[in-house]
């Protein structure tokens, strides 16, 4: 039983093609709720059959080309995306690599990093007026920042 039917004119060429919903959605570039839609509205050539209850989509020759854009170029621009995505991808984890690289160098040499000489004077005058002016030998020898956190 067929539900929608083309006209066919003598000088079309008889190059339809027969294609499930999943294979027309493809070859046309869409998605099956699409190509379904397009079967509500009757926009598009299909067949039904009747011992199946499959839905087979007539593509023509002219259908069959999605937006009339030749799939080479198509697939080449896709592909020259994909390309410059990656390539980008790529800088980016090596400018990670290196911020890294230098996170770890500053963190290794934050212990030899020792107040100037006027502070050490002034944080030790002021536990002094704190009355804290007994301070063991082995927190004296520790940097400031050692004693600031505690560790």
Sequence with gaps: MVY???VMYADESISNQRLTVKQAAERLNTTEAAIRQRIQRDSITY???SATGRVYIILDGIEGQPDNVEPDTEHR???ELIDTLQEQLRLEREASAELRRIIAGLTAR???IEP???E???DTRASEERGHGDVPPEQEKRSWWQRWFGS
């Design 4 to 6: 929608a039917v083309r």
């Design 47 to 49: 067949e039904k059959d």
């Design 77 to 79: 621009s896709e592909r």
């Design 110 to 112: 934050i212990p030899a």
């Design 116 to 118: 100037p000489p006027e």
């Design 120 to 122: 050490r004077e002034s």
